[in-house]
């Protein structure tokens, strides 16, 4: 069985539902706490053991490729004025030589179209997508549990939560064969499922590990649900041919691509941070007097 060594991060999106914030910043450079979303993604792929990270980027998404390379004025201001810690923690998140990869995707035509793009790059071999407006905090990255499972069934694995009581139709929701401890196997997946014809409370939350035949199956470029080459319908396909599973993971999803989710995780992961997190109680404590 070939590792899981590479990773999909899509993040050609215009992110409209946290506009106008991103009319210039990318969705995935704002910031929760003190680093932009991305920092995350990548420590979270770092954990797991992804070697080579593939952006899928779009106009006006330049910042992404420049924050992570050398800002040599800055670095040597930082070095003069003998802020050293700050400098080392800027150094050590820059990624070693051809670690990372950026793809142009022309027109944001759909999640699908986009992990598409990095058919050339990804070549070959398993490999993960991580939505890169998804933080997953947990203590075990949530990637590394997914490569976990990957390691004990094989074929395919779609990282799934608890949806929030009642709102399983505003959600992709997955299909299972019987739901036996955290790791079952998947019979279906569907997009919004009207009220009361929910298969299960578990939505996808935005992390796979999918084998390269995914590629044949998008390459066909068939639009669905809102008029966009979607992953899941490639999915829908593959799942005819090979296995896939769900993996209910440790931790907590923050959808950082919604206004209230980027609140909830700034919050949250405030709250958490060992040096801001007296701090951050004090502050919110003290606007809710
Ligand atoms: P979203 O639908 O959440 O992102 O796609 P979006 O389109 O940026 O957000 P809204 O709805 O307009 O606010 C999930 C991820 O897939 C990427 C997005 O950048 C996002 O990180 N994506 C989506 C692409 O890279 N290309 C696409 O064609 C669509």
């Known amino acids: 069985m070939k590792p899981v060594r590479k990773a999909v ?23 929760v706490v003190d680093r932009p979303i991305l920092s995350y993604i990548i420590a979270e792929g770092r954990a797991a053991g992804i070697e080579h990270f593939v952006f899928v980027t779009g106009r006006n998404k330049g ?27 800027l150094l050590a ?23 598409w793009c990095a058919r050339d790059i990804i070549g070959d071999e398993p490999f993960a997508v991580m939505l890169p407006d998804m933080v997953m905090h947990a203590q075990k990255s949530a990637l590394a549990q997914a490569i976990e499972a990957y390691d004990q069934v094989g074929g395919n694995i779609v990282v799934v939560e608890p949806c929030p009581e009642g709102q399983a139709h505003q959600y992709g929701i997955v299909a299972l064969d019987g739901q ?44 669905g649900a809102g008029n966009e080459i979607q992953l899941t319908d490639s999915m829908l396909k593959l799942l005819t041919t090979q296995d896939f599973h769900a993996l209910e993971y440790q931790g907590v999803t923050y959808d950082c691509g919604d206004k209230i989710g980027l609140l909830r995780a700034n919050v949250a992961l405030a709250l958490a941070n060992p040096e801001l997190g007296a701090a951050a109680r004090a502050a919110i404590e003290d606007l809710l007097k």
């Open 9 to 31: 991060l899509p993040v050609a999106g215009f992110g409209t539902r946290v506009l106008p914030g991103t009319k210039t910043t990318p969705k995935e450079l704002l910031n």
């Open 63 to 89: 910042a992404i490729e420049d924050y992570f390379d050398h800002q040599v004025e800055l670095e040597a201001a930082l070095a003069a004025k003998g802020k050293t810690a700050l400098l080392d923690e």
């Open 93 to 115: 998140e820059l990624p070693k030589p051809g670690e990372m990869s950026f793809v142009r995707q022309m027109a944001p035509l759909g999640l699908g179209h986009a992990v």
């Open 180 to 223: 036996d401890g955290r790791l079952n196997r998947m019979t279906g997946m569907v997009e919004k499922p009207p009220k009361g014809t929910e298969p299960s409370n578990l939505f996808i939350s935005g992390r796979y590990i999918l084998q390269p035949e995914i590629f044949d199956l998008l390459a066909s470029q068939e639009k």
